[in-house]
């Protein structure tokens, strides 16, 4: 008893509070990841053939083959586009609901615009299939309308429906991180900089644009990241739109080639890594790196 006693005493108190999630980290997610590092160096085949023979030869296809290096391509395009249009439609939002509004209003309305996201994810696109589906509510409404003979085709099934849902899905986790960045930056900024003749235009592109770039690296991170390995929103509204996500998934479950599709994961995990570094370099988050 004494000696549990002095142990205790030894250890901080807060590794053993974080012990319990070190453990569940370490079976859930660093052994995954070692394997699939593990895998993407052996050789491996068709209906999961594989061959514990140290190779590159895995890395090299993914960034050589013509269909993994445009899907590559086309998946951080679609990506940055997406990114782009939420933090459009995002940044008015998260600047009316920190600046304009007072109290604690603007933060009664965000936890309305995350009340959302504690629906699950796959219902939230299936109920995006019978909005824009061919007898969906917006093709139902426009035939009834007159506006339309038929329904149209291009809301479903098509890259258009991937923006659409992907947009809807990942607009709630832009518009939190800028509510706060915008909300942290002092009135005493604007006060100062009206004071010194400086109009609206200029003390928003001098102050509020440029103090608020730490949240638009933290949407970066919450919506690129996760977009370039999505396989979900394709399957389900994309049609034959085919993205990274649908190419790791095809070569684990239908072709079987693990070592392959290990490589490609890894592959993908270090470039947007790379990529968040950089956002995070250039949006001023410099304590990563001290």
């Known amino acids: 008893m004494n000696r549990l006693r002095s142990l205790r005493w030894r250890i901080p108190i807060y590794v053993l509070y974080s012990i319990p999630s070190i453990v569940y980290l370490t079976i859930f997610f660093y052994i995954p990841i070692m394997m699939i590092i593990v895998y993407s160096f052996w050789q491996g085949g068709p209906l999961y053939k594989i061959v514990r023979v140290f190779t590159l030869e895995n890395y090299v296809r993914f960034f050589t083959d013509e269909l993994s290096r445009n899907v590559l391509i086309w998946t951080n395009l679609l990506a940055l586009l997406i990114f782009g249009i939420v933090i459009i439609i995002a940044y008015p939002i998260a600047y009316f609901l920190a600046r304009m509004m007072k109290g604690e209003t603007g933060l009664k309305i965000i936890l309305l615009i995350l009340i959302p996201l504690e629906m699950n994810y796959l219902i939230r696109i299936f109920a995006w299939r019978n909005i824009l589906g061919e007898s969906g509510l917006i093709n139902s409404t426009l035939l009834s309308l007159g506006v339309i003979n038929e329904p149209l085709t291009m809301l479903f099934h098509s890259i258009y429906a991937i923006v659409i849902v992907a947009i809807h899905n990942d607009l709630p986790y832009a518009i939190f991180p800028l509510y706060i ?48 390995g999505e396989f979900a929103i394709p399957a389900l509204v994309g049609g034959k739109t085919y993205l990274l996500g649908n190419l790791i998934t095809r070569g684990f479950l239908d072709i079987g080639n693990w070592p392959f599709a290990s490589a490609a994961t890894m592959s993908i995990l270090v470039l947007t890594l790379i990529a968040m570094f950089v956002v995070f370099k250039l949006t001023g988050m410099r304590w990563l790196y001290r």
């Open 181 to 228: 960045t915008l909300k942290s930056i002092p009135r005493s900024l604007y006060e100062a900089a009206m004071d010194l003749g400086s109009n609206r235009l200029s003390v928003f592109f001098r102050i509020t644009l440029p103090l608020s770039l730490p949240g638009v690296a933290i949407a970066f991170l919450f919506i690129y990241i996760p977009t370039v």
